[in-house]
């Protein structure tokens, strides 16, 4: 693994959130991100799948009318195997 990945001027810039955080809020939602993304990284997700997730959902975050559509779109049933063009 390269040490390319771990930016150290953005990792000293994510403890500073981290710790100026009273709440604990943010600790934890780090921590429930690496814990989510180490999961899947043991299921098979590459690095890039991940970065495409982690990006698409940071976008739904801010953006509400991209966000109804993404939850409109993901709820749409799939298609019945003979409405699929082969």
């Not at 990284?41 to 890039?48: E, L």
């Amino acid at each position: 693994m390269s040490n390319e990945l771990f930016d150290k001027a953005t990792i000293d810039k994510i403890v500073d959130r981290v710790k100026k955080d009273k709440s604990g809020r943010m600790g934890l939602i780090m921590q429930e991100i690496m814990d989510v993304c180490e999961k899947a990284g043991k299921s098979g997700f590459t690095m890039k799948e991940l970065s495409i997730i982690s990006t698409t959902g940071w976008y739904l975050s801010q953006n509400p009318e991209l966000r109804k559509f993404f939850d409109q779109l993901m709820s749409m049933p799939p298609p019945k195997e003979d409405d699929v063009w082969n």
